[in-house]
């Protein structure tokens, strides 16, 4: 619908006179839904290390961040004496090889 014939439409209104729809597109049918389209999510592959591309600079920060977090925990649990060194050296090698 244009403009003016938009403006012709409400002016009826406001004079009191009955306006028609002429619809330009087929009516949806309340009673049953329209269909839906569905999107497909893009999934990437996961990479092997030292395979292939690198990672995604955000991911590879947020592994990092977490591996980070985890060595603070273990340095917390040996200075309570809540770990063995043993048990603490192991683990600790474990989280440096993570982050490379």
């Not at 004079?15 to 002429?22: L, V, Y």
């Not at 569905?38 to 030292?50: D, F, H, N, Q």
């Not at 990092?64 to 809540?82: F, Q, S, T, V, Y």
């Amino acid at each position: 619908m244009s403009d003016k014939e938009l403006a012709t439409e409400i002016g009826k209104l406001v004079g009191g006179e009955r306006a028609e729809a002429k619809p330009s597109e087929p009516r949806v049918s309340l009673e049953s839904p329209p269909p839906m389209r569905t999107v497909e999510p893009e999934i990437k592959p996961a990479l092997a290390p030292g395979g292939g591309a690198e990672a995604p600079s955000f991911e590879r920060n947020v592994l990092r961040a977490g591996i980070m977090d985890c060595l603070a925990k273990l340095e917390k649990l040996r200075g309570e004496g809540r770990i063995s060194e043993e048990a603490y050296r192991r683990m600790r090698e474990t989280y440096l090889f993570l982050l490379g």
